[in-house]
């Protein structure tokens, strides 16, 4: 049966009911989306790899638990991830794992306007996210840290992505002013 | 459209590589100047666009394919929450309103609870973990499970602190705070279980309050003033709780007694004392002459005229004692019987208590250095390869790096590595704990295979020289007013009651040679610790 094209919502369900192909289309969505975040945290390939391999074997025995109340898929996924790098660093150094003071991974090869952006210090940037308060600082961490998308953000946040999104602007623009005073 | 909608499109449509920045602002040029430094920022803010290799994507879809194929292990039915309630039904009536609050709370379902779980204080979903912990707490009936629980959730408030820390924001003080309450409720459920299963809960409960102890210590000198006071609370706190489970771990009569990490003066009723152990009357021990009344004790009293090192802590009026250290035995006994005194009468005997008494050239160097982590044991291993050591505490075995440790042993003679080997099971105290990357390292190791080198024998060497006197009964300092003088921090006691006992240690008979006890001077068996004016 090809699952292909089927919308995500019945691949999860039959996923949910141990369905091999389901599950592993739905691994065939969200593998580069979890290795990305993984890879934001650990900053490694190898690890990244290793614990996006890791993230899908869990949650394929997890699967039969997933309970689809209105929790967007990814949220689910993330959680395990989040777990698994708590884990990985808990091992190599039993300390607590860094949120959102992982290191932000090198730019990729961009155009000429990229440039001008290296004057932002990501460190600095870094430090400022954490600086940010409350529904900024949350809505900064899982759109840009965790990959949730305004949709996803809005049902955790319970509000409408309109507001997900008079949220960002202005903690960017707190961002800003912090950037420009600290490098004044 | 408005402005924070066009931003949103921008970013999605830059990091999509569908514009460039430019190409983007061009086409809003009256928002350009607004536009333009918020999209640097999340320019910054977006992470690489890493892709995993087609290689390790095929690979990994393999390897789950082949586990997704595996036979699963045959599992228990899975329990829903109505099968765990419905026993507990009668039980769970004044609970069931708690938790319909907090189903209250997590009304967004468990999307919210998703999300809240790497929450710090101060976040704005931080009060949905909580409330998910607390319901997680009542919803879990087994004592042991919630004594786990409970400890599990006093490390997790350490561990936000610590991440608080690191990300430069202020600690919380009142999350931190509440590490103790769930430690006090840890220690208070394990009083409930079995004695094996409370052994095996207590060394954990002294292995993760030794390891909060580290990571707060580790972050104390980063902190900025304000945190710094909650820190240190902190710290205490996580003290306090390896005393109690060490000391419980010995005793656990102990528990009887609701010890709590919030008892200011539970470190301060904390005792050692070491000495010739004279007698047991009636549950009161007479330790080199100084007197310990109402003994709780899980082990049976020393022998007679046996050298010992006892430890524990003084609760009202009971003592607990959480351990008794035998002394080596002595090749020449009779040289012990001939020195040792005469058993005292009751009125002959009196407590010593002498705050000032000199301790020992080792313990002071110890007391000088600034009040770092201790960990006690018995020395259970020693790697020469990594040069370390294993320490067994409470059940539990810590490894510590000797790199720049003082390792010397009672006497302050230095010890090397291949001449530990042989003082395994030995008495060790470790101070001056320290983590660093995952490795503990100590500043100062004092190893006491025999307990023969006493401090109180290195006191009595050092009063023999000054004192003139053969020692009698020993009586209590008397202050002006005649009373009795305590330890600090004991409240004085009338001169008719019995005083406490006291953490000072006892002078020991010392082991003269019978060619010296001629000698007026090497006949002073016990210190002179306190005089009348």
């Known amino acids: 049966m090809d699952l292909t094209y089927q919308p995500e919502d019945a691949l999860i369900q039959r996923a949910t009911e141990r369905d091999e192909a389901a599950f592993a289309s739905i691994y065939d969505s969200y593998v580069n989306r979890v290795y990305r975040y993984v890879y934001s945290r650990t900053s490694n390939q190898t690890d990244a790899e290793s614990i996006t391999q890791d993230v899908f074997f869990k949650a394929w025995k997890a699967i039969g638990s997933y309970k689809r109340t209105g929790a967007p898929f990814w949220a689910w996924l993330v959680v395990i991830a989040r777990n698994l790098v708590y884990e990985h660093y808990r091992k190599r150094t039993n300390q607590v794992p860094l949120e959102e003071a992982e290191a932000f991974s090198q730019p990729a090869e961009q155009g000429p306007e990229a440039m001008t952006e290296a004057k932002l210090d990501r460190k600095f940037v870094r430090n400022a996210v954490s600086r940010l308060k409350g529904e900024k600082r949350e809505v900064i961490r899982m759109r840009f840290l965790e990959g949730f998308s305004y949709e996803e953000i809005s049902k955790l946040m319970n509000k409408s992505q309109g507001a997900i999104r008079v949220i960002q602007y202005r903690a960017l623009r707190d961002l800003r002013t912090m950037l420009d005073r600290s490098q004044c | ?533």
């Not at chain 2, 004192?467 to 001169?495: A, F, H, I, L, M």
């Open chain 2, 1 to 533: 459209m408005n402005k924070e909608d066009l931003l949103a499109n921008c970013i999605d449509e830059v990091d999509s590589g569908k514009y460039t920045l430019e190409e983007c602002l061009a086409k809003y040029p009256e928002l350009r100047d607004e536009l333009r430094p918020l999209l640097e920022v999340a320019q910054c803010l977006q992470s690489e666009k890493v892709t995993p290799s087609p290689e390790f994507r095929m690979r990994a879809r393999s390897r789950l394919l082949q586990e997704m194929r595996r036979p699963e292990p045959a599992l228990r039915p899975r329990r829903s929450i109505l099968d765990w309630l419905r026993p507990l039904a009668p039980a769970l009536k004044p609970v069931v309103a708690v938790a319909l609050v907090i189903a209250g709370l997590s009304a967004a379902g468990s999307t919210t609870i998703y999300a809240a779980q790497g929450s710090l204080p101060q976040d704005t979903l931080y009060p949905v973990k909580r409330g998910v912990e607390n319901l997680h707490l009542v919803l879990t009936p087994d004592a042991a499970d919630k004594a786990r629980l409970n400890s599990t959730l006093a490390e997790r408030r350490v561990e936000e602190a610590v991440a608080q820390a690191k990300l430069g924001r202020e600690i919380d003080a009142s999350a931190l705070q509440s590490s103790a309450a769930h430690i006090d409720a840890a220690v208070k459920e394990i009083a409930a279980v079995k004695p094996e299963k409370a052994k095996e809960l207590l060394g954990g409960l002294s292995r993760s309050s030794l390891n909060q102890q580290l990571e707060l210590d580790e972050i104390l000198p980063t902190l900025p003033e304000a945190s710094q006071k909650a820190v240190r609370k902190a710290i205490e706190t996580t003290r306090r709780a390896n005393l109690i489970a060490g000391t419980a771990y010995g005793n656990p009569k102990f528990l009887t007694t609701s010890p709590s990490v919030l008892d200011d003066g539970i470190e301060a009723a904390h005792f050692e004392v070491e000495g010739v152990f004279l007698g047991d009357d009636d549950g009161n021990w007479n330790i080199g002459g100084v007197l310990i009344k109402n003994v709780q004790s899980s082990q049976s009293a020393p022998g007679p005229s046996e050298s010992v090192r006892v430890e524990g802590v003084v609760r009202g009026e009971k003592v607990f004692v959480s351990e008794i250290k035998h002394k080596e035995e002595r090749k020449d006994k009779s040289v012990e019987a001939a020195i040792a005194p005469p058993q005292p009468t009751p009125e002959q005997v009196r407590a010593v208590q002498n705050p000032d008494l000199a301790v020992s050239a080792d313990r002071k160097e110890e007391e000088d250095d600034e009040k770092g982590i201790e960990v006690k044991g018995s020395l259970a291993g020693i790697d020469q390869e990594r040069n370390t050591i294993s320490v067994t505490m409470s059940g539990s075995k810590v490894s510590i790096n000797l790199g720049e440790a003082s390792v010397r042993d009672a006497k302050g003679n230095a010890l090397d590595l291949p001449e530990l080997q042989a003082l395994q099971g030995a008495d060790v105290k470790v101070t001056g704990l320290t983590r660093k990357d995952g490795v503990l390292s100590a500043k100062r190791v004092r190893i006491d295979p025999s307990l023969r080198q006493s401090q109180a024998e290195q006191q009595s060497e050092k009063y023999r020289s000054t004192s003139k006197q053969q020692p009698e009964e020993k009586k209590p300092d008397k202050n002006d007013s005649g009373q009795s003088q305590v330890k600090p921090g004991r409240t004085p006691v009338p001169e008719n009651q019995r005083p406490k006992p006291t953490a000072v240690p006892a002078p020991t008979p010392r082991p003269d040679p019978p060619e010296e006890r001629e000698n007026d001077k090497e006949q002073k068996q016990h210190q002179d610790e306190s005089r009348d004016d």
